[in-house]
C-alpha cells in the first residue's frame, strides 16, 4: 500500500476563517427595516446563517418578502460586506503557513466569489489561494 500525500485544503469562509456576521446582521437589518420589522441582534441572526439567502430572508423577514428582501439585503450587504468582516483568530497565520508548506489552498463559500475575493484581498488572506469560489461562478 503506497503513502497518500495531502496536496490541497479546502476551506469555508464565514466561521472559519472569518467573522461576517456583523456585516450579514446589517444587511438583514437593513431588509427588516424595508418591511416594517425591528432589528435582529447579531446572535439571532447567526442561528439562522448557512442554508442560503433566500432562506435567511424567509426566515427572518417573512415567506412573502423574500425576492424584495434579497434585494434590500444586497443592496446593503454591497457596502458593508469588506467593512464588516473580521479575520478569526490565527486564521491568516494558519493559511500562510499552510500555503508556505506546499498545500494548495481554495475557500469554497455560498458567499458570491466576488464579495469573498474582496474580504480575503483586504484581510492579507488572498495571495495563500489558489481558488475562491463561489455560487456565482457555477
Same mark, same amino acid.
Request: hydrophobic share 45%; aromatic share 6%.
Given at each position: 500500500?503506497?503513502? +497518500? =500525500?495531502? /496536496?490541497?485544503?479546502?476551506?469555508?469562509?464565514? %466561521?472559519?476563517? !472569518?467573522?461576517?456576521?456583523?456585516? &450579514?446582521?446589517?444587511?438583514? @437589518?437593513?431588509? +427588516?427595516?424595508?418591511? #416594517?420589522?425591528?432589528?435582529?441582534? *447579531?446572535?439571532?441572526? /447567526?442561528?439562522?446563517?448557512? +442554508? %442560503?439567502?433566500?432562506?435567511? &430572508?424567509?426566515?427572518?423577514? %417573512?415567506?412573502?418578502?423574500?425576492e424584495?428582501?434579497?434585494?434590500?439585503? =444586497?443592496? =446593503?450587504?454591497?457596502?458593508? *460586506?469588506?467593512? #464588516?468582516?473580521?479575520?478569526?483568530?490565527?486564521? /491568516?497565520?494558519?493559511?500562510?503557513?499552510?500555503?508556505? =508548506? #506546499?498545500?494548495?489552498?481554495?475557500?469554497?463559500? @455560498?458567499?458570491?466569489?466576488?464579495?469573498?475575493?474582496? !474580504?480575503?484581498?483586504?484581510?492579507g488572506? +488572498?495571495?495563500?489561494?489558489?481558488a475562491?469560489?463561489?455560487?456565482?461562478?457555477?
Open positions: 500500500m503506497t503513502a +497518500r =500525500r495531502t /496536496r490541497g485544503i479546502v476551506f469555508d469562509l464565514d %466561521g472559519t476563517l !472569518i467573522d461576517s456576521y456583523p456585516a &450579514i446582521a446589517a444587511s438583514l @437589518n437593513h431588509a +427588516r427595516e424595508g418591511h #416594517g420589522l425591528p432589528p435582529l441582534p *447579531v446572535e439571532v441572526v /447567526r442561528a439562522h446563517v448557512g +442554508r %442560503g439567502l433566500p432562506a435567511l &430572508i424567509a426566515d427572518l423577514v %417573512g415567506p412573502d418578502h423574500v424584495a428582501g434579497v434585494r434590500l439585503f =444586497r443592496e =446593503r450587504y454591497a457596502e458593508v *460586506v469588506v467593512s #464588516g468582516s473580521t479575520a478569526l483568530p490565527h486564521a /491568516r497565520a494558519v493559511v500562510e503557513g499552510l500555503a508556505e =508548506r #506546499g498545500y494548495g489552498l481554495a475557500v469554497a463559500s @455560498n458567499k458570491p466569489a466576488t464579495f469573498s475575493e474582496a !474580504i480575503l484581498t483586504t484581510l488572506m +488572498r495571495p495563500a489561494f489558489q475562491v469560489l463561489g455560487p456565482d461562478l457555477a
